[in-house]
């Protein structure tokens, strides 16, 4: 199996040439964009770079996962999958954003709506 380095993964991040790592795995995706369930834009994103985190965080089926050996084109050299879990490391515990499941407007309403309860349990006093 061929091994590439992370310079070399990432000079293929163009939509009619695309590459993506996962788990130290090189994967090529160019035809498989179009396809993806979750939008071109997710992969688009992540082209020519480590796409372990986002993948595992949306939690891809079993169809999924046995889809990736369909485009699995090689490897990382060692030196590559090194440089990637020392970045891994230099960023575990660090605080992640996760977005909200609702719109600013909507937990503005739920503070207000909040707040009016309360004072309505305290005129009841």
Known sequence: MKQFSLAEVARHAQRDDLYIIYQSQVYEVT???????????????????????AFDEVGHSEDAQNQLHELLIGSLDQQ???????????????????????????LGG????????VWVYTQKK
């Open 31 to 53: 035809n498989f964009l179009s396809e993806h369930p979750g939008g071109e834009d997710v992969i688009l994103e992540l082209a020519g770079k480590d796409a372990t985190e």
């Open 80 to 106: 590559s999958s090194a440089t990637l879990a020392t970045k891994k490391k230099a960023t575990t515990g660090t605080t992640k954003t996760t977005s909200v499941p609702f719109s600013p407007v909507t």
């Open 110 to 117: 739920l503070v207000i709506a909040a707040a009016a309860a």
